[in-house]
């Protein structure tokens, strides 16, 4: 069935450094890419999205690449901050009967001063 | 306000205890779903709907059912509750924009089964 690879499973990096995490899917049809920040004890929230038409999207500090030759996106933070450290999830739009986001295991990123 | 809410924030029960967990959205999404996470692990599908009467079964086996009576509500009962159902439990419901698919998450219940 369709899956999202997600790497790596933690992180940690020093405040002010960029940190990037990477993820590769399995349905070639798959046209859309969001990504979820889930702080400790919170909901998931979007933080950033990408279609496949696309091959960088920006915001601020946080962008994404998508490589659809190789089926692979990532999410970059830059001069990451205290406040940047959450779990992060990739998912993948598969296409069928009806549309279904499948998400990746999720990567635990700590930001320390 | 528009949102997606999750009652009880927190359960705690004894086991063979039938439950429901009750999701409502006042953003008049179509589609509505359940997922079950363990604190900051994997997000596992167990339900969704896309609508009035639609439901189905997630990626992750679950004993739960769910009902899809009106738009907004979407509920998650378990018969007789199990120590092994004990995690938290997320509803979501999403909208279908420009090239994507939103989701908008629950504050999740918390259940623990003695």
């Known amino acids: 069935g369709e899956n999202v690879e997600q790497h790596p499973s933690t992180l940690s990096v020093q405040e002010g450094d960029s940190a990037v995490i990477k993820c590769t899917y399995s349905?070639?049809?798959?046209?859309?890419f969001p990504w979820y920040k889930q702080e400790l004890g919170k909901r998931p929230q979007l933080i950033i999205d990408i279609r496949s038409n696309v091959g960088e999207k920006k915001d601020q500090r946080i962008a994404v690449t998508l490589n659809k030759t190789a089926k692979h996106f990532s999410l970059h933070i830059t001069e990451t901050q205290p406040e940047d450290s959450a779990v992060y999830f990739c998912?993948?739009?598969?296409?069928?009967?009806?549309?279904?986001?499948?998400f990746g295991a999720g990567t635990r990123l700590a930001v320390h001063p | 306000e528009a949102d997606i809410y999750q009652t009880p924030r927190y359960l705690v029960i004894g086991t063979g205890k039938k439950i429901t967990l009750e999701c409502s959205q006042t953003?008049?999404?179509?589609?509505m779903y359940w997922y079950q996470q363990d604190p900051g692990m994997e997000l596992h599908l167990i339900h969704y709907?896309?609508?009035?009467?639609?439901?189905e079964k997630g990626d992750l086996s679950s004993e739960s059912t769910v009902s899809r009576i009106r738009t907004e509500h979407f509920p998650l009962t378990l018969e007789s509750a199990r120590p092994s159902h004990t995690s938290q439990y997320l509803c979501?419901?999403?909208?279908?924009?420009?090239?994507?698919?939103?989701?908008?998450f629950g504050s999740g219940t918390q259940l623990s089964v003695l």
């Open positions: 998912a993948a739009l598969v296409s069928g009967g009806y549309n279904k986001l499948i």
């Open positions: 349905d070639s049809a798959s046209n859309y």
């Open positions: 709907s896309y609508g009035v009467n639609s439901t």
């Open positions: 979501a419901s999403s909208v279908t924009g420009t090239g994507g698919e939103k989701l908008f």
């Open positions: 953003m008049g999404h179509d589609k």
